[in-house]
């Protein structure tokens, strides 16, 4: 990383977490989260230890919802896995929902403060200038992932959900969590970088940003109604079409946030 | 330092910058003035290679404003119009964003110098949202002058300024002229240019003239005395055009307006023939257009 990335990038990270909605969002929403899947999974476990084991049928039905991740499970096992990994669900949308608000800001910010031309009169390079706003933005939202993650983990084991929380480390999960959220942390700063190019308020940027969320909340609606289960196999599409995704927005987002482009085209710059 | 050639710039169907040719010379203070929406933005911003030329070429301080745009962009210091400050940032940090961006040696010399130089070493750790205009404006200059660019592009530097404000501003680009530094000056302050600039270029659309401020007065008006009397009679004025002087006289009131190419050769026939005449003459004054005047005039006769 060269000195103008990273003094562009320090710049980012004193500004924007000097923003207290920001530094709000990025604190309060996986505290939530954590809070979210550790009641209702920790809850569910002791709600149902010692309770009267689960009906055959109402098993059935369950393992029909939770797919092969519940071979050799008892009723209450499956149960607690099957809402273990919608949870887990939840928290990878983090890294969707995080960089928007902080793109939304760290771009629309320059263009209502009239940063941007002072910027670009620097000899940084357009690539360097994005690289930085990518870092600064998406770095945050995956370590507070990563760490909202281990939170929810370690909340499960602290109320005796060790064994969900061991099943939940499975190579897919891993996967998931460790390669696949960092890259759709990417895609969604650059689907704000391009969004905050067309308009000029932080909040209509960060809401229209938030739409990347949507095909993140089919799939917790489609695992949580049984369409399909998030597996190895899964997962490794995600990744490879995220990484397709990425670079398609990148290139869109390089010729957008080219000098000419901001300072004759971008609304408002 | 600057050239430009058919600099022409062009947003769709508008025509910004039409076939612009100029010539900035090393240590030279232009002032570049025209009404609101005359292209002189666009300008600044193709010759600090923001933005590329339609067609024609520039080159700044011996780079191509296009191919060799890092050069470019090394060379220059641009005060934009609005300071453009991150204003959460402390004033420091402000500038050593872009100490580090310009790739400065000494950042933290440079900023304390700077800081200092403008009065602002004491605010130095103040967020910069809590500035007033003037010293936006100066903490604008101070990183616009970090990289010690040989060339300024200032964008209104005075505008929105209290008289005091702008009065600091003005004399520190007068001190920053005499270190050499050539100053491209975009204003509307036609006295601030008067004051400053080695020449002005009066621009609108096109570059309509470029010349020294006395040498835009003299083609404008000539060059004009004025000669006040007690009273002017008829054979007061009869007197000076009996000289058959090549002279153009008007009289407005008690006084007698002389206009002509060396009036400094002829006022002392002038003056003689009147008192001769019975005239008491109480006062000869050469007369100093204001450089608004010119102004208005030549744009006025502009489409």
Known sequence: ?269 | MIETRRLTRRFGELLAVDRLDLDVARGECLGFLGPNGAGKTTTVRMLCALIAPSEGSARVAGHDVVREADQVRRKVGILTETPGLYDRLSARRNLELFGELYGVDDVAGQVRRYLALLGLWERRDDPAGTFSKGMRQKLAICRALLHEPPILFLDEPTSALDPEAARLVRDFVGELKSQGRTIFLCTHNLEEADQLCDRVALFRNRLLVVDTAASLRHQTYGRQVEVRLRELRPEHDAAVRALGLPVELAAVGATLRLRADDPDAITPAVVRALVLAGAEVQAVTPIEHSLERVYLEIMGGQP
Do not use: H
């Not at chain 1, 990273?6 to 924007?16: G, N, Y």
């Not at chain 1, 669900?89 to 031309?117: C, D, H, N, Q, W």
């Open chain 1, 1 to 269: 990383m060269n000195r103008r990335v990273r003094a562009v990038l320090r710049k980012e990270w004193e500004e924007v977490f000097k923003n207290g909605l920001v530094l709000f969002t990025m604190v309060f929403t996986p505290l939530l989260f954590v809070v979210m899947g550790v009641g209702t999974v920790g809850g569910t476990g002791m709600a149902t230890r010692g309770a009267p084991p689960m009906s055959q049928a109402e098993a059935a039905e369950l393992r029909k919802l939770a797919g092969e991740q519940c071979a050799g499970l008892d009723g209450a096992a499956c149960l607690d896995l099957y809402l273990g990994t919608l949870m887990l669900l939840l928290f990878m949308m983090l890294p969707l929902i995080l960089p928007t608000v902080f793109a939304a800001y760290s771009v629309v910010g320059e263009k209502t403060g009239r940063t941007l031309e002072p910027l670009l009169a620097t000899p940084i390079r357009t690539t360097e200038l994005l690289l930085a706003k990518v870092l600064a933005a998406a770095v945050p939202a995956v370590v507070v992932t990563w760490g909202g993650v281990a939170c929810y983990l370690g909340g499960l084991a602290l109320l005796g959900e060790g064994g969900t929380a061991r099943a939940l480390l499975s190579p897919a999960w891993l996967a998931a969590v460790g390669v696949l959220a960092p890259l759709l942390a990417v895609g969604g700063v650059l689907a704000a970088v391009i969004v905050s190019s067309r308009v000029n308020d932080p909040r209509t940027a960060q809401q229209l940003s938030g739409v990347v969320v949507m095909p993140l909340a089919m799939v917790l609606v489609g695992q949580s109604m049984g369409l399909f289960i998030v597996d190895a196999a899964m997962v490794g599409v995600a990744v490879v079409v995220m990484v397709v995704l990425d670079l398609a927005l990148a290139w869109v987002s390089v010729a957008l946030f080219d000098r000419e482009n901001v300072l004759t085209r971008w609304k408002g710059a």
